[in-house]
């Protein structure tokens, strides 16, 4: 997944990801923990909180895509793999907390050869 394919205007674009996850921006945002406004106005697309989301979505389905060879099963495996360590949540239970640096940190220890 190239980051600059799924900007507009400096921004990135749920339209964009959505089209790539074929799947509906409301998806995209319900997946994320965002309100269907963060979407869907201006004012509330361009907000650190729901460009933050977006970026952090990309990110990790950039580092898991390989091992599945599409974004649809790193998306699938994303919303609904348990992680071992994390009392059985999904990386998109974590991401929704906030915890995405926890969901890389793992990811990284996987990479490393950590059991995990």
């Known amino acids: ?10 921004l990135f ?13 409301e998806e995209v945002a319900r997946t994320l923990g965002l309100g269907r406004d963060a979407i ?7 907000s650190a909180k729901t460009q933050t989301r977006l970026r ?13 060879g599409s974004s649809l099963l790193a998306y699938a ?3 609904s793999e348990p992680l071992a360590g994390f009392g059985g ?5 974590l991401v929704r ?4 640096g ?3 940190d793992y990811l990284d220890a996987v990479d490393d050869g950590v059991f995990a």
């Open 89 to 93: 949540q999904s990386a998109m239970a």
């Open 102 to 104: 926890a969901v890389m």
């Open 1 to 10: 997944m190239n980051i600059a394919a799924f900007s507009e205007n400096a």
């Open 77 to 79: 495996w994303f919303r």
């Open 97 to 100: 907390d906030g915890q995405a």
């Open 40 to 46: 869907a106005r201006k004012d509330r697309l361009a």
């Open 56 to 68: 952090e979505l990309v990110e990790i389905l950039n580092r898991i895509e390989p091992r599945f």
């Open 13 to 25: 674009s749920p339209r964009l990801l959505a089209a790539e996850l074929r799947t509906s921006q």
